[in-house]
């Protein structure tokens, strides 16, 4: 995945860092951001205002401001370490496909890349799951950064694909229907988990997630099982 997310810095830096300006400063800042994404995760980011923001966080609407450009660059700055530990994912796993020539080779890049799901689950929870509730919604500006990581995610798991094609690995066929109908599936698994529609641990929804990546692309007479028991 290439590129950066823009992410905004809160604009007023007072006092030495690690002073107890600068902590007020960072205190107030995550006031705003778990405020937001409170906000966010029950009405949607469009039906949330800065006002509902503020309010939320016991602060004067001005306050925002001072940190924030507007609920765009706030949404980003939620959505930025999610969208980095994803793009590391993601070139772990290219890097392994480029050398795979093997079915267990094939699941263990993948595994990887599940796996990496299965661990923001438990540690980023909420940006995830604003992530997976908002991907499918119209363009906004204050979506930008989700749609953007949304284009990205498509753009790098087509790139996986044209590695496991290369690598004969894949069915015959267009792979790429493959590759969005399991993104698709694997991440609204993801959002059941989150949202506990399914009672299931992150280990079962990640072994789950691989198999439906394998089956979606792998080639019909390859051993999806045993390549995934190999990969464990």
């Known amino acids: 995945m290439s590129g950066l997310l823009r992410t905004k810095i809160p604009k007023e830096r007072p006092g030495p860092e690690g002073g107890k300006r600068d902590r007020n400063r960072r205190e107030r800042s995550a006031a705003l951001i778990n405020a937001g994404l409170d906000l966010f995760l029950e009405f949607g980011i469009e039906q949330t205002s800065i006002d509902d923001i503020a309010k939320n966080a016991s602060m004067a609407k001005g306050n925002f401001y001072r940190y924030f450009d507007d609920k765009a660059s706030l949404v980003e700055l939620i959505i930025a370490p999610l969208a980095q530990e994803l793009r590391l994912a993601f070139h772990r796993c290219e890097e392994k496909l480029r050398a795979a020539n093997t079915p267990e080779a094939l699941a263990a890049a993948y595994s990887e890349l599940s796996l990496t799901f299965g661990i923001l689950s438990a540690q980023r929870p909420k940006a995830l799951r604003l992530y997976l509730q908002e991907k499918r919604a119209p363009q906004s500006p ?13 753009e790098s798991a087509m790139r996986l694909s044209r590695y496991a094609v290369e690598g004969g690995l894949v069915r015959v066929g ?13 991440e609204q698994l993801t959002l ?26 792998i080639r019909r007479d390859l051993d999806i099982e045993s390549a995934l028991g190999s990969a464990g």
């Open 142 to 154: 204050s979506r930008g950064a989700i749609h953007r990581l949304a284009s990205e995610i498509e």
């Open 174 to 186: 267009d792979h790429r229907v493959g590759v969005l109908f399991v993104i698709g599936a694997a």
């Open 192 to 217: 059941s988990r989150l949202n506990g529609a399914i009672d299931a641990d992150d280990a079962t929804v990640v072994r789950v997630v691989v198999q439906m990546m394998l089956e979606g692309i």
